[in-house]
């Protein structure tokens, strides 16, 4: 039975009320539905759809969560000639330093189908969207209704936790990030290829299926020639690309305007509080933002979907879903995982942003060293596709 559309509040109390309706918020709320809470998903109505040149790199432990709940794009959506793929399977990653440094990754040295697969963000909402309408035991709200637990999906600028005190440390960094998608004149073979150079982190991320000609930028720059480049003409602003990536497709063809926004390294100090209302918990980009270097940033919110409903589902049968006792268990697991992660990219963009002779000649060095060690490489590659812990 679909589910009930957008109202005012209910009078209902229900489980769960998750605040946020993208892509973290409606996954949580079908992976609780799933397991017979009573969910309410709020969110105000939405406006009308824009343009979203934006593509996810998603791992093999999300692309399963997404499966779960019946939201995974594909194979449910078949392709036809007029229509290109919206999910591209990543056989390769080329990744690329400023003086020579490379390392190869391939996906059959995995014993994988795929490193990770990049995924169309307006196709992935909608079948969230109709996953949720047609799963039984959510309610859409616009307002926030009585609920023991209320998790908050709301991003990183969250009205919510900033009015409940929730302390959320952000240190800006001096980048912003540039995306946009091309059409490029030679096939990219559905390899993924990142550049990293003159201080500045170049990905182009395969689309429109493993023969496709299109890709997606996501393009590190300092803020000031972020800005610069946006306002390039389109034929200028491929130009730069092209040079850049040392035209390693081709020629480049901007399809979309270009956008930028900041980027930022930020964590939330406490994941879980106690209100007079119930419980709250935060998840995704309300909790955590990172450098989109390694492409992990929905990864990890989905990890925070996933460990959150596994915390619920196996709670014991006396305990409400907003025990803070059970929430805590919920906030130490994805604490440790999430700062690791945000660590770990803070450190390779502060690396890489290093323009000292000195340094570049060690990291290029380091680069070729791990091109040569295939189970270092293996076990790099696993790790970012969430196939072991």
Known sequence: MPSTPASSPSTRRF???V????????????????????????????????????????????????RKVRAWPEPEEP????????????????????DGGAVHFNALRTGQEALTWIVDVPALERRLTQAVQFQGGIERLTEAPNAA?????????????????????????????????????????????????????????????????TVALVWSVEAAQADQRLKESPEALARLIQDHCGAALGDMQMLSPAHAWPLELSRAQR??????????A????????MHPLAGQGLNVGLGDVAELARVLNQREFWREPGDLKLLRRYERARQADVNAMGWATDGLFGLFA???????????????????????????????MGTIT
């Open 15 to 17: 489980d769960v009320a």
């Open 19 to 66: 605040r946020g309706a993208g892509i973290v918020g409606q996954t949580l709320a079908l992976l609780l539905a799933q397991a017979r809470l009573r969910v309410a998903l709020v969110a105000p109505a939405k406006p009308a759809a824009s343009a979203d040149v934006r593509a996810y790199a998603l791992n093999a432990a999300s692309r399963e969560l997404l």
């Open 79 to 98: 392709d036809t000639p007029a229509t290109p793929p919206v999910v591209t399977p990543v056989s390769g990653m080329e990744v690329y330093g400023d």
């Open 149 to 213: 637990l209320t998790v908050i999906c709301e991003g990183r600028r969250s009205s919510t936790r900033e009015e409940l005190g929730l302390e959320f440390d952000v240190r800006p960094y001096p980048h912003k990030a540039v995306a946009a998608r091309l059409r490029c004149s030679q096939p990219h073979g559905g390899v993924a290829r990142q550049w990293f150079k003159g201080g500045e982190i170049m990905a182009l991320l395969p689309l429109d299926g493993a023969e496709g000609h």
């Open 271 to 280: 994941w879980i509080t106690r209100t007079e209302k119930g419980a709250v």
């Open 282 to 289: 935060l998840a995704g980009d309300a909790a955590h933002a």
């Open 354 to 384: 290093q323009t000292d002779s000195r340094v570049q000649l060690l990291r290029n060095w380091g680069m070729n060293g791990v091109d040569r060690l295939d189970p270092l490489k293996n076990w790099l590659a696993r790790q970012a």
